[in-house]
């Protein structure tokens, strides 16, 4: 198995050590991270911790920082992240910020003071081959981290699910854990991890009086599941003190709103006479049947484990082991862990990936309240966002403005959210590569038609069919129907069209995820596309809500469909899939009207005998062609 393990601000970035307690080598952090300060806590405070945490690196400049990882796709891992202050920046003022996974969050660090350290574990599946651990500033002080370990994990063990609703549907999510106790029972008390547990987890004592542990020399079969209880752990055991009493287990997650996970580890230690039996049962909370008649296998390891999520009312967990009538000894437990779920709540996405909108749409009308959240920001490749439908408040945040592919932004029907712009999104806005919609403010929306000329040995100009082609066209004017934009849009209508139709994900293919972009405007971008061998211009056009706006591409794919003219680029077909609205037209590949006018395509200016032809051929075209140059 492939650790890695961090030793954040060691230097230089080509130093190792091998820790002398766990045998664990340490590397340097800088290969993958390339912002921070490196730092090292006091002297005085060295001898208290282990040599990973006696370098540390700090972030003093923006809110977001992150180390990436190469791991292997769909796979669990548990990472840990330890922090000591150590006044290593003299201040003696103890930071506080958020650890992320990818863009979701993890926890929020606290330190209990200077010569303290604070060690944070979660159980994550990584969605791609590529992995984000972030800090996070949400404050003034800055954030800091001293070490960083990935141990992978077995696939099929710590299954966290969670059931979540969607469009009148029921689904399983999976989430992640973060470890709130793993503890064991040994009769000398000591922290146990690598070499003894093959994943690096760390084991911490627990006794107390009213319980007594008991241990043995024989070896304990722990092949029997995927948990891999290292064999220290599994050859202890407490029993109540008093043999004729339950045995009682309590903890306080301290979030009344906390999903608990739970897996419980169990051996028979002892040598059982003929006549004994150990059999009990487990309860929770007043009553509640976790576990019945449960005998546990002689030197061999069984896990009970929650099947789904536990909660309490007031955050409390009390657990109760109880004799059956049948039972003549005592219950009796080798190891308990405890877990808390983590909402994974925004998709992560591979770094290479160039999708249209990461799925993020599913954020809207999700009840979302509170702040926009940072997290969004660790979405590189975002090019659209939609939290409209929800309760949102606060500002408008700036990092917005910072994310370079974002091209909408949806916050509608946020009737709490403050929607004062700043001047850096407003920028974005004004240079027409930023569409933002809110309830004060309309969208943009797309024109009736956007026909671009295309030509071959030549274009027509603006000039010349304003002034011959409008008394063609006026004589049949009244004859184009004028119903179209009273029409609105529901499930079972079409657009009368014989041109191709195509999905999405066909357009994804078509433009290999939106790779060369042929141009853009306030309405949409173009995009270069290759179907079936043809070069094809797929203009995809911004997401939009609204009827009358759906009107507008709908009319424009009819009419477009019905013009056949040599100087008129052909519609090829469009997509009108969900919200994925595009128009797909033959590829121009002697540019623009403006650049054959101009001579920037490479050719020869245009001379005005050609643009005069042009404009007299257009003019004999029928109505509809008249309609489309207007």
């Given at each position: 198995?492939?650790?890695?393990?961090?030793?954040?601000?060691?230097?230089?970035?080509?130093?190792?050590?091998?820790?002398?307690?766990?045998?664990?080598?340490?590397?340097?952090?800088?290969?993958?991270?390339?912002?921070?300060?490196?730092?090292?806590?006091?002297?005085?405070?060295?001898?208290?911790?282990?040599?990973?945490?006696?370098?540390?690196?700090?972030?003093?400049?923006?809110?977001?920082?992150?180390?990436?990882?190469?791991?292997?796709?769909?796979?669990?891992?548990?990472?840990?992240?330890?922090?000591?202050?150590?006044?290593?920046?003299?201040?003696?003022?103890?930071?506080?910020?958020?650890?992320?996974?990818?863009?979701?969050?993890?926890?929020?660090?606290?330190?209990?003071?200077?010569?303290?350290?604070?060690?944070?574990?979660?159980?994550?599946?990584?969605?791609?081959?590529?992995?984000?651990?972030?800090?996070?500033?949400?404050?003034?002080?800055?954030?800091?981290?001293?070490?960083?370990?990935?141990?992978?994990?077995?696939?099929?063990?710590?299954?966290?699910?969670?059931?979540?609703?969607?469009?009148?549907?029921?689904?399983?999510?999976?989430?992640?854990?973060?470890?709130?106790?793993?503890?064991?029972?040994?009769?000398?008390?000591?922290?146990?991890?690598?070499?003894?547990?093959?994943?690096?987890?760390?084991?911490?004592?627990?006794?107390?009086?009213?319980?007594?542990?008991?241990?043995?020399?024989?070896?304990?079969?722990?092949?029997?599941?995927?948990?891999?209880?290292?064999?220290?752990?599994?050859?202890?055991?407490?029993?109540?003190?008093?043999?004729?009493?339950?045995?009682?287990?309590?903890?306080?997650?301290?979030?009344?709103?906390?999903?608990?996970?739970?897996?419980?580890?169990?051996?028979?230690?002892?040598?059982?006479?003929?006549?004994?039996?150990?059999?009990?049962?487990?309860?929770?909370?007043?009553?509640?049947?976790?576990?019945?008649?449960?005998?546990?296998?002689?030197?061999?390891?069984?896990?009970i484990f929650s099947r789904t999520a536990l909660s309490s009312s007031d955050g409390k967990f009390n657990f109760t082991f109880t004799m059956t009538e049948s039972s003549t000894l005592p219950p009796l437990i080798n190891a308990l862990e405890v877990y808390t779920d983590v909402e994974n709540l925004l998709l992560e996405t591979h770094q290479d990936e160039d999708p249209k909108s990461l799925n993020i749409r599913?954020?809207?009308?999700?009840?979302?309240?509170?702040?926009?959240?940072?997290?969004?920001?660790?979405?590189?490749?975002?090019?659209?966002?939609?939290?409209?439908?929800?309760?949102?408040?606060?500002?408008?945040?700036?990092?917005?403005?910072?994310?370079?592919?974002?091209?909408?932004?949806?916050?509608?029907?946020?009737?709490?959210?403050?929607?004062?712009?700043?001047?850096?999104?407003?920028?974005?806005?004004?240079?027409?590569?930023?569409?933002?919609?809110?309830?004060?403010?309309?969208?943009?929306?797309?024109?009736?038609?956007?026909?671009?000329?295309?030509?071959?040995?030549?274009?027509?100009?603006?000039?010349?069919?304003?002034?011959?082609?409008?008394?063609?066209?006026?004589?049949?004017?009244?004859?184009?129907?004028?119903?179209?934009?009273?029409?609105?849009?529901?499930?079972?209508?079409?657009?009368?069209?014989?041109?191709?139709?195509?999905?999405?994900?066909?357009?994804?293919?078509?433009?290999?995820?939106?790779?060369?972009?042929?141009?853009?405007?306030?309405?949409?971008?173009?995009?270069?596309?290759?179907?079936?061998?043809?070069?094809?211009?797929?203009?995809?056009?911004?997401?939009?809500?609204?009827?009358?706006?759906?009107?507008?591409?709908?009319?424009?794919?009819?009419?477009?469909?019905?013009?056949?003219?040599?100087?008129?680029?052909?519609?090829?077909?469009?997509?009108?899939?969900?919200?994925?609205?595009?128009?797909?037209?033959?590829?121009?590949?002697?540019?623009?009207?403006?650049?054959?006018?101009?001579?920037?395509?490479?050719?020869?200016?245009?001379?005005?005998?050609?643009?005069?032809?042009?404009?007299?051929?257009?003019?004999?075209?029928?109505?509809?062609?008249?309609?489309?140059?207007?």
């Amino acid at each position: 198995m492939r650790f890695i393990s961090l030793t954040c601000g060691l230097i230089p970035k080509s130093a190792t050590y091998t820790e002398k307690t766990t045998n664990i080598t340490y590397i340097s952090d800088a290969d993958f991270i390339d912002s921070g300060i490196v730092g090292r806590i006091d002297d005085s405070y060295k001898t208290l911790f282990q040599q990973q945490t006696w370098t540390l690196r700090s972030f003093p400049e923006g809110q977001r920082n992150c180390y990436t990882f190469n791991l292997k796709e769909n796979s669990k891992y548990l990472i840990r992240g330890t922090f000591v202050y150590g006044n290593y920046d003299g201040l003696n003022q103890m930071p506080e910020f958020d650890l992320h996974v990818g863009p979701n969050k993890w926890t929020s660090v606290t330190l209990e003071g200077v010569a303290n350290a604070s060690i944070y574990e979660i159980i994550h599946v990584v969605a791609h081959d590529r992995l984000q651990v972030c800090l996070i500033k949400t404050g003034e002080t800055t954030p800091f981290i001293s070490s960083l370990e990935l141990r992978p994990l077995n696939n099929n063990t710590y299954q966290c699910f969670t059931k979540k609703k969607e469009n009148n549907n029921t689904y399983l999510t999976h989430e992640s854990l973060m470890s709130f106790a793993r503890i064991y029972f040994p009769q000398t008390p000591s922290f146990l991890r690598y070499d003894e547990d093959v994943h690096d987890r760390v084991w911490v004592p627990y006794k107390n009086n009213k319980t007594v542990s008991l241990s043995t020399n024989l070896t304990i079969d722990t092949s029997s599941g995927s948990y891999n209880v290292p064999q220290h752990v599994a050859n202890s055991a407490i029993f109540p003190a008093n043999a004729s009493h339950p045995l009682n287990i309590w903890w306080d997650i301290g979030d009344t709103n906390a999903h608990s996970y739970i897996y419980m580890h169990f051996a028979e230690i002892q040598n059982l006479g003929s006549n004994e039996i150990r059999e009990f049962n487990i309860t929770y909370n007043g009553g509640e049947v976790w576990e019945s008649f449960f005998r546990p296998h002689k030197l061999k390891i069984t896990t009970i484990f929650s099947r789904t999520a536990l909660s309490s009312s007031d955050g409390k967990f009390n657990f109760t082991f109880t004799m059956t009538e049948s039972s003549t000894l005592p219950p009796l437990i080798n190891a308990l862990e405890v877990y808390t779920d983590v909402e994974n709540l925004l998709l992560e996405t591979h770094q290479d990936e160039d999708p249209k909108s990461l799925n993020i749409r599913k954020l809207a009308a999700s009840d979302l309240n509170g702040a926009i959240t940072p997290d969004i920001a660790g979405l590189t490749q975002l090019r659209e966002l939609d939290l409209s439908k929800n309760d949102l408040s606060g500002e408008l945040p700036d990092f917005l403005a910072d994310m370079k592919l974002l091209t909408l932004i949806n916050l509608k029907r946020n009737p709490k959210l403050n929607l004062t712009i700043p001047d850096s999104l407003q920028q974005k806005i004004d240079d027409k590569v930023l569409i933002l919609l809110i309830d004060e403010k309309l969208g943009r929306k797309f024109p009736l038609v956007a026909v671009t000329v295309s030509v071959v040995a030549g274009v027509i100009t603006l000039l010349a069919i304003l002034t011959i082609c409008f008394i063609v066209a006026r004589k049949k004017h009244s004859e184009v129907p004028s119903n179209i934009n009273s029409e609105t849009r529901s499930t079972n209508q079409s657009i009368r069209t014989k041109e191709g139709i195509f999905t999405y994900y066909e357009i994804l293919k078509m433009t290999n995820n939106f790779e060369r972009v042929l141009g853009k405007g306030g309405y949409g971008r173009v995009y270069y596309g290759n179907l079936n061998g043809t070069q094809v211009a797929v203009k995809m056009l911004f997401h939009t809500s609204a009827s009358h706006d759906y009107n507008h591409f709908k009319a424009e794919v009819e009419f477009l469909s019905r013009v056949h003219h040599r100087n008129l680029v052909g519609l090829v077909g469009y997509c009108d899939d969900g919200d994925n609205l595009a128009l797909i037209y033959q590829y121009m590949a002697n540019g623009d009207l403006k650049e054959n006018m101009s001579g920037k395509s490479g050719g020869h200016v245009l001379t005005w005998e050609n643009r005069l032809l042009i404009a007299m051929e257009a003019a004999q075209g029928d109505e509809t062609k008249m309609s489309l140059l207007f």
